[in-house]
């Protein structure tokens, strides 16, 4: 089978293609062999139902005892592999600070996909995956690590057909991203060997303000080329975040609407019901700005209020989601339209939870947001006057993330006030999670003898119209780097312009008081609901 695949892939072994036309069931070793039937004059080779797999590769975690690894990295390989999207002769490459051999990491992968994998367990598919796992244990200054890591990669490529290709992802704190890079070149892993490739897959924060950004961006583009690099923002790899391109721009209805002459404001809010539970180390002066209006938010945003872009390739939505946040102004007044708070101690769903000051590890006079809300501007031709309100926190009400388009009212109403008392404002609200969908708010009347209109909502869910589930979004997002498709990974461009953005925020919050406090399980603090009252607007209580 590794023969074929080699003879099939293309120079860059990106896509192996199969017949089915539907994503088929993996094979009982859980790989699906490619076929070479693409003489078939019936198939359309624009079809983009056919699934899309990777070609010969392997992938080295650095980092790979920390939780990410554990619970998204691990288990979305395995889902991958179980849906037949690896290679045959994948293979997988841990490195860490550990004293392990080969079977232990392979065990602790083992542990991690049966508690969190997605798709079914199965032996066969498993065993296949774990005779190409090797573990390198070291430190990331450690040459000799570097150079064990080396003879793995050479030794996987012959036994498992691996061709070269491979890619390294960085789930390590942001400090050690530069060592990691230089160590990567110093031992000529970095650069490609003939007719291969290399790719270096980077977590969030990709630096801490605009300055580290770029110092950070210097750094990697000194040992990688900008197409080998891929930021990961998991966000994006999440379905109905796609889908905001699909109801956008594959629609005719919503388009007509979707700007400053009907839209009066937007929210897009990022709730969580957890506390910062062990990360402490990673929370305390990061805060929840950083941790996700940085990234997640502003691209939510960039997607909502981005122009049509040419094509869906990379460079194309780089260049319309750059030209949304090229647009943002921030408000003059920042102490009345931005908030940020702590969660403090109280009861939440049946527990007493600890306030942020009180939780392991943080300074209890610590001034990190475990809460932000901010109103932006985008100011071209389409929003200009219509704010962007973006909200996130840690022990809100619940998990839910959504964008919701609040529109105008009616110019002109032909009912008695009293017959629209109950009214509201139109909305498209798309839910990102966890009830994945859409709903259109709208006003209906209320069945009786006099007229009455009130909110009514209609409802689009995934779950109900689909039979497929989603993948997760890193399982998504870890085939598109095997494939080399960077369309879903934000440029250096779009970090450092969400960087511009939040330095001054953050700056002005560093020098004017303390943070708010909000109550744990509430849906933020009073200064927050303040701030959209100021400008006769509420939030949304999702
Ligand atoms: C991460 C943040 O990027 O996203 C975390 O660092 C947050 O603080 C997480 O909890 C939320 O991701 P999701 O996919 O559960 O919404």
Known sequence: ?????????????????????????????????????????????????????????????????????????????????????????????????????????????????????????????????????????????DDDAFKQLRSSIEELDASRGTSGNYAFYLSVPPKFFPKVVQQLKKHGLAGAPEGSWRRAVIEKPFGHDLRSAEELNRIVHDVFEPDQVFRIDHYLGKETVQNILALRFANQMFEPIWNRSYVDHVQITMAEDIGIGGRAGYYDGIGSARDVIQNHLLQLMALTAMEEPASFDAASLLMEKLKVLKAVKLPGDLGKHTVRAQYAAAWQGGEKVRGYLEEDGIDPASMTDTYAAIKLNVDNRRWAGVPFYLRTGKRLGRRVTEIAVVFQRAPHSPFDSTATEELGQNAIVIRVQPDEGMTVRFGSKVPGTSMEIRDVTMDFAYGESFTESSPEAYERLILDVLLGDA??????????????????????????????????????PEEADEMLARDGRSWRRP
């Open 1 to 141: 089978m590794t023969e074929k695949l080699s003879e099939t892939s293309a120079a860059e072994n990106e896509v192996t293609e199969v017949t089915e036309p539907q994503e088929p069931e993996a094979s009982p070793q859980g790989i699906i062999a490619p076929s070479s039937d693409w003489s078939n004059p019936l198939r359309d080779p624009r079809d983009r139902r056919l699934p899309r797999i990777a070609g010969p590769s392997g992938l080295v975690i650095f980092g790979v005892t920390g939780d990410l690894s554990r619970k998204k990295l691990m288990p979305a390989v395995y889902d991958l592999a179980n849906r037949g999207l690896l290679p045959p002769g994948f293979s997988l490459v841990g490195f860490a600070r550990r004293d392990w051999e080969d079977q232990d990491f392979a065990q602790v992968v083992h542990d991690a996909v049966r508690e969190y994998a997605r798709t079914e367990f199965r032996e066969e598919v498993w065993q296949q995956l774990a005779e190409g796992m090797r573990f390198v244990p070291g430190d990331f200054d």
């Open 487 to 524: 369309n879903l990974f934000p440029r250096h461009q779009e970090v450092e312009e969400s960087w511009r953005i939040l330095d001054p925020i953050e700056e002005y919050w560093a020098t004017h008081g303390r943070p708010a406090q909000y109550t744990s399980g509430s849906w933020g």
